[in-house]
């Protein structure tokens, strides 16, 4: 007859787990309440309670997320070096209890960007290539995508031999069987063989396009090094003396002080970049900077306390013609804390931030005002504008947050009267009513247009509607069309000629990249109806900002631009009457 002791030994190691769970949860409450305390006791036993957990097993997911977000907090804004040299120890060998939980619970990590754990995203092929050299087969395309099929079918057909089309089956089972016959089990991966496909200039260009086109699904491990507790920019660790700064009160005296820049060597440019993108992409976000970056304009600014602001611009071959982008991002001691972009247009500049959830309830509000404030250092402009999806046109994560009100108390304001005016009694219920919270409806309403943050009183006069770029584009088929002539390439040559002799522009003296430069211009610049007439001074300076367009930095391009006033106002009027006989 069996005996009962095997039960009562199970039943002891269920309460001993229980205890041990309820443990781990205890010191991991305990972690998160003091996390934005300084001073007194708190570092202490914030040192004590990540002693404590060091060697204990985690069992579910949200409990290594829990410690997730505390690793990454206390090293990016840790109370001292004991604090912080605690935290980098617990960080060190994620993926390992990543890998103790069960399998169910592993899987709930995915797309977390915790070291272990697989993101599952469609990248561009630039993306894809800084994986494989970073994590050579962590990488693979992911075959349990429902576009799997689809996508590579798309990418892999065009580039069949006309007779072998006619073999291939373009299924999933076809599509991996065909793969492993082309590759022949030499480059130890499908995705690593297809991407040696690609060969150099015009043709890979053209299988990046059709790459990025196809969005083929990706399935990324990711390791210790690449895991957002552990992708760290190195550098000196500055304690967190006393707690956490708050914006000036006053944004625009803030901002439109200047602040010391330093433009990285394309090494230490490229050293930061492989940060840049561990961070977003093992959250599979993404910008078009870190894709397409231009490593000789990298640019970092020191904030104090160990924090850092950092901005990078876009290969020459992506620029657009008449706004200048840049990518951001924040660090504190070398932790990726948030990221956005920035893009100028004459003396403007579109902007936002995401702050990465592990730093919530850390001074994002004063990170951003200095962020504006280096912004301004860069480009010199009068005014910011923050698009609608930025605190919640389309996205709930920004309604759930209350992003608007993060925006409103720095300044920025509503660009629609009435929805100034809601905004306004919102704000005042928030400050007379304890416990209000506006409602998700509200939120959308006041994401119902853009907002603004004007560092002069008459910046309003030098603003530039970002619509009237749209209308320049549509303007660009009517102007080749009166040129009377059947080609295209020929419309555009005379009207490169044309602008080229206006401005005082020898083409003869131009290199390719000018000529290409000015015949991209010139479709834009001849919906000028007054052109000829502009004085010399006027015509010079557009000249120098057409020649500036494609330089390897682009800040001399945005003072050129920011500077024009004529050229501002000539495109105004030129996009607005457009727009008026669209009407008609």
């Avoid at 060697?55 to 907090?73: E, F, G, K």
């Avoid at 304009?297 to 840049?326: K, M, S």
């Avoid at 951003?368 to 009068?382: D, K, P, S, V």
Wanted: glycine content about 8%.
């Amino acid at each position: 007859m069996a005996t009962r002791r095997p039960r009562r030994a199970s039943v002891a190691s269920r309460d001993d787990a229980r205890r041990a769970t309820a443990q781990l949860n205890r010191l991991l409450r305990a972690l998160e309440k003091l996390l934005a305390l300084y001073g007194g006791t708190a570092s202490a036993e914030k040192r004590r309670l990540l002693t404590e957990l060091g060697p204990l097993r985690l069992d579910r997911a949200r409990q290594l997320l829990a410690l997730q977000r505390i690793v990454c907090y206390l090293s990016g804004f840790p109370d001292d070096a004991a604090v912080h040299r605690a935290a980098r120890r617990l960080a060190a060998g994620f993926a390992a209890r990543l890998a103790r939980l069960p399998r169910a619970q592993r899987e709930q990590l995915d797309d977390s960007g915790a070291a272990g754990s697989v993101t599952r995203h469609s990248y561009a092929a630039s993306a894809a290539r800084w994986m494989q050299r970073r994590s050579a087969g962590a990488v693979a395309l992911d075959w349990q995508a429902e576009t799997a099929a689809d996508a590579l079918a798309a990418l892999i057909a065009p580039r069949l031999a006309p007779m072998e089309a006619e073999a291939v089956d373009l299924s999933k089972a076809g599509l991996r069987r065909w793969l492993a016959q082309a590759s022949d089990g030499r480059s130890g991966s499908d995705l690593a063989w297809l991407l040696a496909q690609a060969g150099a200039g015009a043709v890979r260009q053209a299988f990046d396009r059709d790459f990025d086109a196809a969005e083929v699904p990706l399935a990324w491990r990711l390791d210790d090094r690449c895991g957002i507790t552990c992708n760290v920019l190195r550098g000196p660790v500055v304690p967190r003396q006393g707690g956490m700064r708050r914006p000036s009160g006053d944004a625009r005296t803030a901002i439109v002080q200047p602040i010391a820049i330093e433009r990285l060597s394309p090494r230490a440019a490229a050293r930061l970049l492989d940060v840049w993108r561990a961070a977003l992409w093992s959250r599979t976000r993404t910008v078009l900077q870190v894709e397409q970056p231009n490593l000789d304009e990298c640019y970092l600014a020191d904030l104090g306390a160990g924090l850092q602001f950092a901005a990078i611009g876009v290969a020459p071959a992506r620029r657009d013609l008449l706004e200048a982008t840049y990518g951001h991002l924040l660090l504190a001691n070398g932790m990726p804390i948030g990221y956005g972009g920035f893009t100028t247009l004459f003396a403007q500049v579109n902007t936002g931030i995401n702050v990465f959830p592990e730093f919530r309830g850390s001074e994002a509000a004063f990170a951003f005002e200095q962020a504006l404030r280096t912004m301004h250092t860069i480009t010199g402009n009068q005014r910011f504008i923050v698009n609608p999806y930025q605190f919640g046109a389309g996205n709930d994560e920004a309604l759930q947050s209350g992003a608007y009100w993060f925006y409103y108390r720095l300044g920025f304001r509503s660009a629609d009267a009435a929805v100034r005016v809601l905004a306004e009694r919102e704000i005042a219920r928030l400050r007379a009513e304890r416990g209000y919270r506006v409602p998700i409806a509200t939120l959308r309403r006041l994401a119902a247009c853009d907002i603004h943050l004007d560092l002069s009183d008459d910046a309003g006069t030098t603003f530039f509607d970002e619509a009237w770029l749209g209308h320049l584009a549509a303007g660009i088929t009517p102007v080749l069309a009166r040129e009377g002539v059947a080609s295209r390439a020929e419309a555009i040559a005379r009207l490169t000629r044309r602008i080229a002799g206006l401005l005082g522009v020898r083409l003869a003296d131009c290199g390719a990249i000018e000529r290409r430069g000015l015949a991209q211009f010139a479709p834009i610049l001849a919906q000028i109806d007054d052109l000829a007439a502009w004085a010399k001074v006027d015509r010079d300076a557009l000249a120098q900002v057409v020649r500036a367009r494609w330089a390897v930095r682009e800040r001399e391009f945005i003072a050129g631009m920011r500077g024009h006033a004529r050229l501002r106002a000539a495109l105004g009027d030129a996009a607005q009457r457009r727009a008026a006989r669209l009407r008609r």
